[in-house]
Structures are given as structure tokens and as C-alpha cells.
């Protein structure tokens, strides 16, 4: 075997026909065809056997006969036509998938593209691990993704089940609707945490961005006395485990809001936001001073100096001269704080009352008693909302290594 | 602070100094010019950073050291039952099977505020995490302990009526300023506090204190005058008492001839036997370790709580194991610490290729595949934690996959939730990111030159990686393993949503015990505990990474 393995062209066949891409191709066409035979109601050896039968037929007559790419799609075609005669349009598009994998498959085998991305030198064994290495990877990434993805198409049942009905699987249009987002959006059960989560996270926001940059700023100047223990303090809301620091609030807020009912003469309603906003606050500094002082490490101090010398008082020097430069840094660490509160639900869990129910509140709520599907809807509106930030901190990231110099990958 | 110290002493070297010939535009030597400067710089920074820490020391630090605090503190037994715990502590445990009938007469004077207060059910249930039956106990008495001493009460009245009269003692016991107070008091807002009249408590103590504690009890409580209310029956029996007990009545006293009259009837009263009354309400009062309980806790603080995080308990005996059956916290901390690890360990196995794939890739490619590691970093924990749960379901994706695949029987579904293996599946994709994201960053310093060199010089690929690649990545696999070893140990979400019984972590016990079983001392005592070990971590996470080097998102 190690001594096929020189091939300066790609393109050429490396191994023999018959001792590697067919059998290859058949055991691979055998597996596609098990799974094709469970959904088309055959037996699991008869579908192995079947699926072997035809991959092994269009590997022969594709790679003699056919260049890759119409290849490709003549396979898929191919099994779209067997798919629709076993199972109609839903079977035809399990078909396309198949039949797409098979071609792929085929062309792959058959020239030596296997070989991409490894030294010419490289060994089979070299080979087979590097495409091996590829196809865990693969998989990691799946089991990283998969779930998320899942529940998109899941929120869209029709009805309240938590898997794919049948009618889902058949693409029938009766299988899927829009229930789910409707009852969101006016099921006063859903609506009321929505505003509570839209009231209480830009709020603690606020602070934690406010006291969080102030701070950081402080701690990037060249003498602190005591700098570490600070930062320890300050880090601290995100090292302590959730439930220890709800603990301690459930403590302490429970007393601060009769202080403030009795002594202070507020609302049971608005005290209790007041806690949850503080509390919120105090979760979301740390990613607030990670952030920001991560982009003052990049900040010429000696701009402010520059400015002072030209006579800008500190408080223009800071609005005109260090906030612009380091506003990506301000603005990602605000967009960690604010997910930190809108996502957070021990704590609220905690400090709040009813009047205080969050968004993550209702929805843990709702999946440890009376699970329902309205569930999946409003996870999936929150993937489009993190997909969003994600988006906007990645742009965000880019510019300020752009403005750094370096390359934005 | 620390900077007035320093500047001070900086300050004063300089004027001792003599020869400090270079000067200042101004003047000023330049040392003390350029301190001044760096004092002035200090304070700015220390400025900057004050409204942060001081927000933070008050609403993080404190509160958690206030609950720390509550996981030693004991002092509902001393407060509720003051009188008891004082003559309690004289028993000999030794000498006599149950306490004397000085125990139990301050028992009833307690009992009868504490139920009033409506507080020996709280210190019911907190005496009964320490031995069971105590709540019902202490609920028992509280329904009877207002006829404790009515024996008394009958043959003062039968003495003279006017010991019926709540005017008496008034005349007796009441201050004079409570009663301007009191007799201005329209009814609006709080009722002026009772205050005793002077010397009352030297003449009278057991009476005077009950008196008080009575007087308080009717204008708080019952929000009553107690000059219309009559006292409960422990008045009596501390009156009785008291004047058993020699009480001197001078002669200016208010009412001095009646309580001379009683004091020399009393001597012929019929005593009422306490304890019996005590044992007809529940036989436990009898029970020697009833008492031992009540005696072992009522100082202010205690271990207590920290024994029972163990599976100890804190008897009069000294420390010792709880029953079998009760025995749950080592268990679940050990669970914990493994669950913990097995999810650490499965992140490692699965972050390494990803970190591997991501530092080797061209940066376009890697800056694409990393978005696929940050969306599910920001996506919602519930969201994934819902996906998870509809996932690993019974009648869930993956197992009608199995069934249809034909890996698995249909009647023979796995059980994927409510599990061990389903808070592993599940808190390993949550904390996956965590692990990939530290790995990343130090794979991406490693030259992959070095690998090559290995290879030329004649190791095997296996031995390159292991003996050159492996070990550069290993202090991106120590801080990955930290950061997602903090975060699993403390876990609550996710474990009570998808762990059923046999997959929860420790902070699900500290939730219960907060909001369920108010056992808040207990809770407290966990969290010390879960707290000391994260900061353990973080000490190590610190030490081998440094905090200032955290990085979010890549």
C-alpha cells in the first residue's frame, strides 16, 4: 500500500478500481441504503444489499463513462427517481440527499481528492487518519450545532409535540404553522416576562456599562495601588458560582426591599425591579471590565496626554479623544452585560417576585411543569436575537484589530 | 489609602533628604514635584475605580458574606427562649434525668411569648434539622402553654379581686413615661414602647421581665392597651414566684399592702406541678434528649450546620454520624465533583481536535468555523438547555431516530433525561466553548514549525505529537479544564431541568433548602462550602493563567 502513495497529478486514479473505490463505494452505498430502506419500509439487510447494489453500478458506470460534475448530478438524480417511486416527493428529496452523498462520495474516492490538504509524502495510514481527523471534527461541530438548529424547524409543529410528526417529515404543509409564534405574542403569560426581560436588562446594562468603563479606565493607569485585589473584587460576580451569589442576594435584597418599602415609601412593584437591577448590574461588570480593559491595553495613553496639552479638560478628553477609541470595547462589553441580565435566571429566580418574571424565568418555568411548545418558538426568536449580537460583536472585533493593525482575518 | 501612607513617608524622605540640588520649574525639588504628580495620578485612578468597588463590595461582597455569616449563626434559640437557655445552661446532665422545675417554669414564660410572637414554630423546625419531632413538639405546646399557672391566677383572684384588675399591674409595673405616653396615644401609628417603673425589676425580676414581655406582646401583637387586658397566667406564676422567692416590697410601692397580703398567703398556696402540665401537652418534655438537643444549641453560634454538610451532626455526645438514611451531602458532593470532572474530561476530548482544527486552518477558514463554537457561547442558556430537553426525551428526536434507524427497540427506548447522562450530554455542549475557546488562543502560539523540526528529525508523527505538540498545549488544556470545572461545579439550571433525581448537583440542594425546606442555615453552610472549593480553583485558575487574561469570544 505505502509505496502507491506518490501522485503529482490530481485527477488520476491512485489505487486500483476494483480493489478500492468499489468496494469502498458499495459498503458506503450499502449504509446510505439501510437508512433509505428503514424509511422506505424494507428490511435492514435488504436495504444494505440494495444500497450496495446501486452505488456499486453508478460508481462503475460514473467513472467510466461521465466527467465529476455531471456525474454528481446524474447520481443524485438517479436516486431522486428511485426515492419518489418508493416514497413519493418525500421520498424523492431523501433521495437527493442520498444520491448527492453517493456522487460526492464516488468522485471523491475515485480521485484521489481524499489525498487534498496532505503532503505528497504523506502515508495511506497518514491519509486515512487526516480524513478521519476531518470527519470527527465534523462531528463536534454537529453536536455543537445541531441542537440549536433543531428546535428552529421543531417550533414550527403544528402540533404540540416535541418531535418531528410524521406530516413534518412528509414536508406536508398541514404539519407545520405558526401557532406557536402567535401564542408568544399574545399570551399575557409570555408578553408580560418579554417587557420585564426588555425593562430590567438595558437598565442593568446602563450600569454595569457606566461603572464598569469608569473603573476599567482607573485600573489601566499606570500606578494602582492594590490593583489585583480590585480586580479579584470586580471579577468576582463571574467566578462565584450562580447560586451562592443568589443566595446571598435572596438575603440581602429581601431586606434592602423592606427597607425601601418601609423607610423610602416605594411600591412593592418598583422595589422589586430596583433589586433585580441592581443584582443584574453587579453579574454583568466583570465581562464589562474584561472587555473594556482588554481595549485600553491598545489605547495610547499618551493621546489623553496630547489633548491635555492642547487644553482639553479631562472630561473632553475623555469624550472626544479616549471614548471614541475605545467604544468597540465599551460597546461589546455593554452587549456581554445586557445577554449576562437577559439570559440570566437564577438570580431573578431569587431576588424577584412575579412582577419581576424574566423571559428565561417563564421559560425555565415552563420547561420544569407544564412543558409546551411555545417554548421552542421563543427559543428560537432568542437564537435569531444572539445570532444578531454575535454578529454585531464579531464586526465590532474585526474594526478594532483593524484599527490595531492587524490583519482582520 | 495606601497612597496617603506612601506619599506621606515619600514626602517626608524628601525634606530630611539634604542634598536635593535639582528643582522643579516651580521650585519645588523634583522628587517632591514628581510624587506629587504620581499621588495626584493615584488618586485619579483610585477615584475612577471607587463608585465601581464600593457598588460591588455592597451588593456582591456583602451579601455573600452575610450568608456565609448565617451558616454559623444560631441565635433564634437564645432569642426565643431567653429565660430557659439561661437556667438551662446550669443543668447538670449528669445529676438529674430532666431539668428542675426552675427549667421548665421559664419554659412556660417563654413559650407563652413565643407563641404569642408566633415563633415556636420557628424554632420548632429549626430544632427539628437536629432531631425530628421537635417541630411538632414545640406546635403542641404552643396550643396549651396559656394554662400553664392558671392555678395561680385563680387563688391570687380568690386573695383579693383586684388581681383580676389589668390596673393593678399598671400601678404596679408601668413607668411613668410609658404612661404619659400611652395616655396620649390617639390611636395613630406605633404604640408607644412599655416602659417598667423604676426599681420594679430589683423588687419583682421574673415578674417585671414577663410583665414587659406581655405588655409588648398585647400593644404589637394584639395592638391592644394593657392597661384593659388581663395578664396571661405566667404573670402569675412569676409573681408567685417571686415572692416565694423573699421578694422585699418596700413600703412605697404602689399596692404594697396586696402584694404584702399575697406574699404571706403564697406561702399556703397550692402548687401547681409545671412539668406535669408540660408532659400532658407532649410525654417528649419528659424526654432527657430533648432536652440535651435544647441545651447542645442554644448558643448563638454554631457548627451545626457545617456537621450536617457532612452527614454529621452535632449531638450532646459530641460529633457524630447521621442515621444511614439521612446521609446524602457527601454523597452528592462527591457525585458532584465527578459529574464535574466527566464533563471537564469530555470537553477536553472533544475541544482538543476542535482548538487543533482552528489553530492549524488558514485564518479565513478558522474565523468561519469559529462562529459555528461562538453561537452556541451566545446563545441562551435556556435555549439550549430546551433543545436538550426535547431532545433527549423518551419520545425526543434522538430517540425516534434510534427507533427508526432500528438501533434501538422501540418498547426499549434509552433513558437519555432525568439522569446522570443527561446532565453530561447536555452541560458538556453548554460548556463546551468554554474548553475551545482557552485552547484556541494558546494552540494558535504554538509554531507549527516545531512539529515539522520533530518530524525531520526522525519522530513519528504519534511521537511528535505527544513529546513536542502535546506538551505546549498543556497550559490551554489546564486553563480550559478550570474555567469549565468552575462553571460545571456550580451549576443549577441546566442539572435540575434535564438531571431528574440522579443527575442534580449540589446547588440544586442549596436552591431547595432555600426555597422549599427554608433550612437557609443549612444552605448557607453548602454554599460555604461550594464556595471555598470554586475559589480554590479560581486561586489555581489565577495562578496558572491569571485573571487579567480571561478573553471572551475568542
Known amino acids: 500500500m505505502s509505496s502507491v502513495a506518490f501522485n503529482p497529478e490530481q485527477g488520476r486514479p491512485l489505487h486500483p478500481f476494483a480493489t478500492f473505490t468499489l468496494p469502498l463505494v458499495a459498503v458506503f452505498g450499502g449504509l446510505l441504503g439501510f437508512i433509505g430502506g428503514q424509511a422506505a419500509g424494507l428490511g435492514p439487510l435488504e436495504g444494505f444489499i440494495f444500497g450496495a447494489v446501486i452505488a456499486a453500478a453508478l460508481a462503475f458506470g460514473l467513472t467510466r463513462f461521465v466527467a465529476p460534475r455531471p456525474g454528481r448530478w446524474l447520481a443524485t438524480a438517479i436516486c431522486a427517481a428511485l426515492g419518489f417511486s418508493a416514497g413519493g416527493f418525500p421520498g424523492a428529496l431523501g433521495g437527493i440527499i442520498l444520491g448527492a452523498l453517493l456522487g460526492w462520495a464516488i468522485y471523491w474516492l475515485h480521485r484521489g481528492d481524499y489525498r487534498r490538504g496532505v503532503p505528497v509524502y504523506a502515508t495511506s495510514g497518514q491519509v486515512l487518519w487526516h480524513n478521519s481527523f476531518k470527519f470527527i471534527c465534523g462531528a463536534i461541530f454537529f453536536f455543537l450545532i445541531a441542537p440549536i438548529i433543531t428546535i428552529i424547524p421543531l417550533s414550527f409543529n403544528a402540533q404540540n409535540f416535541f418531535t418531528f410528526t410524521p406530516e413534518m417529515l412528509a414536508l406536508d404543509p398541514a404539519g407545520y404553522s405558526l401557532k406557536h409564534y402567535a401564542d408568544f405574542f399574545s399570551n399575557d403569560a409570555w408578553l408580560q416576562p418579554l417587557k420585564n426581560s426588555l425593562i430590567i436588562a438595558p437598565f442593568a446594562t446602563v450600569i454595569s456599562v457606566t461603572l464598569g468603563t469608569l473603573a476599567a479606565i482607573g485600573l489601566s493607569q499606570s500606578h494602582v495601588p492594590g490593583r489585583r485585589a480590585i480586580m479579584a473584587i470586580l471579577i468576582s460576580p463571574m467566578i462565584v458560582p450562580l447560586i451562592i451569589s443568589a443566595t446571598g442576594m435572596f438575603f440581602f435584597y429581601s431586606q434592602m426591599g423592606l427597607f425601601m418599602e418601609n423607610y423610602l415609601g416605594m411600591s412593592k412593584t418598583l422595589t422589586g425591579y430596583i433589586k433585580v437591577i441592581l443584582a443584574h448590574a453587579a453579574l454583568g461588570v466583570p465581562f464589562v471590565i474584561i472587555t473594556v480593559t482588554a481595549t485600553l491595553v491598545s489605547f495610547d495613553q499618551s493621546l489623553t496626554r496630547a489633548a491635555a496639552n492642547m487644553g482639553a479638560n479631562p472630561v473632553t478628553t475623555f469624550f472626544k479623544i479616549q471614548m471614541p477609541l475605545i467604544l468597540p470595547g465599551v460597546i461589546s462589553g455593554g452587549l456581554f452585560a445586557f445577554i449576562t441580565s437577559f439570559d440570566e435566571v437564577v438570580v431573578v429566580l431569587f431576588v424577584g417576585a412575579a412582577a419581576q418574571k424574566t423571559l428565561p424565568w417563564q421559560m425555565f418555568t415552563g420547561l420544569r411543569e407544564q412543558i409546551s411548545p411555545t417554548i421552542l418558538a421563543v427559543a428560537t426568536i432568542l437564537v435569531i436575537v444572539s445570532i444578531t449580537l454575535l454578529t454585531v460583536v464579531e464586526m465590532l472585533r474585526r474594526r478594532s484589530e483593524r484599527l490595531r493593525g492587524m490583519s482582520p482575518g | ?554
Open chain 2, 1 to 554: 489609602m495606601t497612597d496617603a501612607t506612601h506619599g506621606s513617608a515619600a514626602d517626608k524622605s524628601v525634606t530630611t533628604d539634604p542634598s536635593g540640588p535639582m528643582l522643579a520649574a516651580d521650585g519645588t525639588p523634583l522628587k517632591t514635584s514628581l510624587n506629587r504628580a504620581l499621588r495626584k495620578q493615584k488618586r485619579r485612578a483610585l477615584f475612577l475605580i471607587a463608585p465601581l468597588l464600593v457598588f460591588i463590595l455592597v451588593t456582591f461582597i456583602y451579601p455573600i458574606g452575610e450568608m456565609l455569616f448565617r451558616s454559623v449563626e444560631n441565635q433564634i434559640v437564645g432569642d426565643t427562649l431567653p429565660r430557659t437557655v439561661r437556667v438551662l445552661a446550669d443543668w447538670d446532665t449528669e445529676a438529674s434525668d430532666i431539668p428542675g422545675p426552675a427549667v421548665f417554669s421559664a419554659l412556660a414564660k417563654d413559650m407563652m411569648v413565643a407563641t404569642e410572637e408566633k415563633n415556636h414554630t420557628r424554632l420548632g423546625s429549626r430544632l427539628n434539622y437536629e432531631a425530628s419531632g421537635l417541630s411538632s413538639l414545640f406546635r403542641k405546646t404552643g396550643r396549651g402553654v396559656d394554662d400553664v399557672g392558671e392555678g395561680y391566677t385563680e387563688q391570687f383572684v380568690a386573695l383579693d379581686p383586684a388581681w383580676e384588675d389589668p390596673q393593678t399591674f399598671i400601678d404596679i409595673f408601668a413607668g411613668p413615661r410609658w404612661l404619659d405616653a400611652n395616655a396620649e396615644y390617639d390611636g395613630e401609628g406605633p404604640r408607644p414602647t412599655f416602659r417598667l417603673a423604676a426599681g420594679i425589676g430589683e423588687v419583682l425580676p421574673q415578674t417585671a421581665s414577663i410583665y414587659r414581655d406581655f405588655a409588648r406582646v398585647v400593644q404589637t401583637e394584639d395592638d391592644d392597651n394593657p392597661a384593659e387586658e388581663e395578664p396571661w397566667n405566667t404573670v402569675y406564676l412569676a409573681l408567685y414566684e417571686d415572692l416565694q422567692a423573699g421578694a422585699v416590697i418596700p413600703a412605697d410601692m404602689a399596692h404594697a399592702d396586696m402584694l404584702n397580703a399575697a406574699q404571706v398567703a403564697a406561702a399556703s398556696f397550692t402548687t401547681t406541678d409545671v412539668l406535669a402540665d408540660f408532659v400532658s401537652f407532649d410525654k417528649d418534655w419528659a424526654d432527657r434528649d430533648v432536652w440535651r438537643i435544647i441545651q447542645t444549641y442554644s448558643a448563638p453560634y454554631t457548627t451545626g450546620y457545617f456537621l450536617n454538610s457532612a452527614d454529621l451532626q452535632l449531638t450532646p455526645d459530641g460529633v457524630a454520624w447521621r442515621p444511614e438514611n439521612e446521609r446524602v451531602y457527601v454523597t452528592l458532593f462527591i457525585r458532584t465533583l465527578i459529574m464535574s470532572t466527566a464533563i471537564t474530561v469530555s470537553c477536553i476530548l472533544l475541544g482538543y481536535p476542535i482548538g487543533w482544527l482552528l489553530a492549524n486552518l488558514p485564518s479565513r477558514q478558522a474565523n468561519l468555523l469559529m462562529i459555528l463554537v461562538l453561537l452556541p457561547f451566545w446563545t441562551s442558556l435556556l435555549v439550549r438547555t430546551s433543545a436538550w430537553k426535547v431532545l433527549l426525551q423518551d419520545q425526543g428526536v434522538i430517540n425516534d431516530l434510534l427507533v427508526w434507524i432500528g438501533v434501538v427497540a422501540d418498547d426499549n427506548r434509552l433513558a437519555l433525561i432525568n439522569n446522570a447522562t443527561g446532565t453530561i450530554i447536555s452541560m458538556t455542549h453548554i460548556l463546551l466553548p468554554f474548553m475551545i475557546l482557552p485552547l484556541y488562543s494558546v494552540m494558535k502560539t504554538i509554531p507549527p514549525s516545531y512539529l515539522r523540526a520533530a518530524k525531520s528529525l526522525g519522530a513519528t508523527n504519534w511521537t511528535a505529537f505527544w513529546r513536542v505538540y502535546f506538551p505546549q498545549s498543556v497550559p490551554g488544556i489546564g486553563a480550559g479544564s478550570i474555567l469549565v470545572f468552575i462553571l460545571a461545579i456550580g451549576y443549577y439550571i441546566t442539572p435540575e431541568i434535564v438531571g431528574g433525581t440522579k443527575g442534580v448537583f449540589i446547588s440544586n440542594r442549596i436552591a431547595y433548602h432555600i426555597s422549599t425546606s427554608l433550612n437557609w442555615g443549612l444552605a448557607a453552610a453548602l454554599g460555604a462550602i461550594l464556595l471555598v472549593i470554586v475559589l480554590g480553583f479560581y486561586w489555581a485558575y489565577d495562578r496558572i493563567v491569571g485573571i487579567d487574561n480571561v478573553k471572551l469570544g475568542g
